[in-house]
């Protein structure tokens, strides 16, 4: 499924993110960049230890921001490390802090000139975000960003299983009857 905003395209697709091959695909990292289980393993364990060896030179990454390492061993460049917010109660500031950790890697990829990012659902494993709230943010957000900066011409979201990829569906399924009957001009597919 996809959704095209100006001259970028934004793309479902299930899959494991360590094979994509856009310029930089996006890590849900803990604050303190030391690995993990999930998507976090993955990476490390397809990259190779080289982004190890970076992330412990950058020590650390506040909840909600975003920092770059290489690719190493990986088809995409660069890998941009990001903590997403632990879900508690949904009072914890937690929207924002999601919305905050996708921005700063948009921001990211936009400094480095990068032409394509992909993302996995950030915060909805071991962090336990519920899954449209999750889904909604990521792809508003990134809506959003592309809507004022056209460098980016390609997001994916790179959903591991089939319940992730529908509920993702169905929240993009949402957004574009929102944008159609407000108007605004897009071309969708
Ligand atoms: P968090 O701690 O941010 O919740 P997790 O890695 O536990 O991070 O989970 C985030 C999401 O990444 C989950 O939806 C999980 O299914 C997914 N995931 C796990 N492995 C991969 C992978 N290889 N490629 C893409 N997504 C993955």
Redesign the pocket.
């Given at each position: 499924m996809e959704l095209t905003i100006k001259a970028s395209t934004i793309i479902l697709t299930l899959g494991?993110?360590?094979r994509e091959t856009t310029d930089a695909i996006v890590n849900?990292a803990n604050s303190r960049l030391a690995g993990g289980?999930?998507?976090?393993g993955?990476i490390h364990r397809a990259g190779g230890p080289g982004i190890m060896q970076e992330c412990r030179k950058i020590g650390g990454c506040p909840t909600g921001q975003a920092v770059i390492t290489t690719g190493g061993n990986l088809k995409a460049k660069y890998v941009i490390h990001t903590v997403?917010p632990r879900y508690q109660d949904g009072t914890r500031n937690e929207a924002t802090l999601l919305r905050s950790a996708y921005l700063e890697c948009l921001r990211l990829a936009s400094k480095k000139h990068l032409r394509s990012i992909a993302f996995?659902?950030?915060?909805?494993?071991?962090?336990g975000?519920p899954l449209p709230e999750a889904a909604r943010i990521a792809l508003q957000t990134t809506i959003d960003y592309l809507s004022s900066h056209q460098e980016i011409a390609q997001i994916k979201f790179?959903?591991?299983?089939q319940h992730?990829f529908e509920v993702f569906t169905e929240e993009l399924e949402k957004i574009k009857d929102s944008l159609v009957s407000h108007g605004v001009g897009n071309t969708f597919h």
């Open positions: 494991d993110i360590t849900a289980g999930g998507v976090d993955a997403g996995p659902a950030i915060s909805t494993g071991a962090y975000y790179v959903l591991y299983n992730s």
